[in-house]
């Protein structure tokens, strides 16, 4: 079985950060106590711009490819999030073939303090919302591959609450549910997966198809103010 | 030189391999035996559902837009046997995807291969019962729209529909066309197991109109 440490990281980056004290060299005549250390943890957003290269993801009619848009969406947030002064690491940035393996490992080892999975679909709509289906469990040093998720689910929650207060506030209708997608269940940081759908439906005003461009500007705006929230209410556990 | 303790040992091993081959034996004739049986109940588990009574069933039908399952009663006649009932109830749930104003759209001749029952082994933390494994076809996997919840709302009905109506199944698992296959369409997983009584969702508030 596969394993995630997912103490090490935590202690190797808490070492680095206070090593201008720990470092001293040989025992001082008289013991000067250390000064207090704040070490602030980092803010880093990951975002898993999901499919891309072979894997195309849903059609959009005749030439319109998920794994473009959803590339699309990444890097529109990206730059939003970089002028807010966000942190942030993306599991691409062009139209390659990136394995589910990779995507969870670079998320986690960015330690991120939100994981964004972007997909789209022809069908529903609005903004779906999906954490993952996993039980809640207590947080462990080693986790299990498989459910590394698990311990992780009610800070998922939360941030789902806040991106679909965010949206809601745009006016943008917001489906909630519980998934099975990898690497979703890999991902040792609060997650969501963000599907986006077209606006359609008796309940939708202005219908609008998924390229369109003001549309695709008011989800991103909405996540960049979602993830903005999220990054005074975050918590590190 | 043949010692007295390799003597045992070979006297062992051989009486090792005897018990074995007659065990392997046994249980090559005993899923013989289940597989006739099956075959034998099978057609006329067929020729019972054309002249069995009709029986209320409900079927949870998807909603795309809102991500809800809706409860739709039908009358529809059930074959004998829990096996060929499993298929009926899924068979009559895809054609309701496909029925018109649906939100839900898959359209499709036949959906389900075949469904058969394995009992839930028995360990912590199990629940008990059946898990039926459905054998979906790979028209069914082809014409599933793309997506989280598309595919999501496709396997949920179906574990809704069958736990509403077997409680004897307790799990599902899902082959597409006799095989275990990663993602629906891209996107659900197939690979694991699913409890029969997972999650039924609730259509959520819409922001800024009524639903
Ligand atoms: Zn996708």
Redesign the pocket.
């Known amino acids: 079985m596969r394993w995630i440490d997912a103490g090490a990281l935590a202690v190797v980056a808490a070492g680095v950060m206070a090593g201008g004290w720990a470092q001293t060299s040989g025992p001082p005549a008289m013991p000067v106590p250390p000064p207090p250390v704040q070490v602030q943890p980092r803010f880093v957003v990951a975002l898993d711009a999901?499919?891309g290269g072979s894997d195309t993801?849903?059609r959009f009619g005749q030439d319109i490819l998920?794994k473009d848009i959803?590339l699309a969406l990444s890097v529109h947030l990206r730059s939003l999030l970089h002028a807010r002064g966000i942190e942030v690491v993306t599991t691409r940035e062009s139209d390659i073939d990136v394995p589910l393996l990779n995507r969870a490992e670079t998320a986690n080892h960015a330690q991120a303090a939100a994981c964004l999975v972007l997909?789209?679909?022809p069908t529903g709509s609005g903004i779906h919302l999906f954490t993952s289906s996993l039980n809640p469990a207590p947080s462990a040093r080693l986790l299990p591959w498989d459910t590394a998720q698990a311990p992780y689910i009610t800070q998922s929650l939360k941030l789902e609450s806040e991106i679909d207060t965010a949206l809601a506030h745009s006016e943008i209708p917001v489906t909630l549910g519980r998934a099975s997608v990898q690497p979703m269940d890999h991902l040792t940081c609060p997650e969501v997966a963000v599907?986006m759908a077209p606006l359609v439906g008796g309940h939708v005003s202005h219908p609008r198809d998924i390229t369109d461009a003001a549309y695709q500007k008011q989800v991103v705006e909405s996540l960049a103010a979602a993830l903005e929230q999220w990054r005074s209410d975050w918590k590190q556990p | 030189m043949i010692t007295r303790g390799h003597k045992i040992l070979f006297a062992v091993l051989l009486l090792a391999c005897v018990a074995m081959a007659v065990a392997l034996i046994r249980l090559r004739e005993r899923a013989q035996d289940r597989l006739q049986a099956q075959a034998a109940e099978e057609p006329a588990a067929m020729t019972e559902s054309a002249g069995s009574p009709p029986r209320i069933v409900t079927l949870y039908v998807p909603n795309d837009l809102d991500g809800s399952l809706t409860a739709v009663e039908r009358s529809i006649p059930l074959p004998a046997g829990e096996n060929a009932q499993a298929r009926v109830l899924l068979e009559s749930l895809i054609e309701a995807f496909a029925a018109p104003g649906t939100t839900h759209p898959i359209s499709v001749a036949s959906g389900i291969n075949d469904v058969y029952f394995l009992p839930v082994p028995q360990g912590r933390g199990e629940t008990k019962g059946q898990i039926a494994v459905v054998d979906l076809s790979g028209a069914l996997a082809a014409a599933q729209p793309?997506?989280?919840e598309p595919e999501t709302l496709t396997l949920l009905s179906m574990l809704a529909t069958l736990h509403a109506n077997l409680p004897s199944i307790t799990q599902v698992h899902f082959l597409v066309d006799g095989q275990p296959r990663e993602t629906l369409a891209?996107?659900a997983d197939l690979t694991r197991t699913y409890l029969a009584a997972e999650t039924n969702p609730q259509p959520s508030p819409v922001p800024g109109g009524t639903p």
């Open positions: 999901a499919h993801g849903a998920e959803t997909h789209a679909t599907e | 793309s997506g989280i891209g996107h």
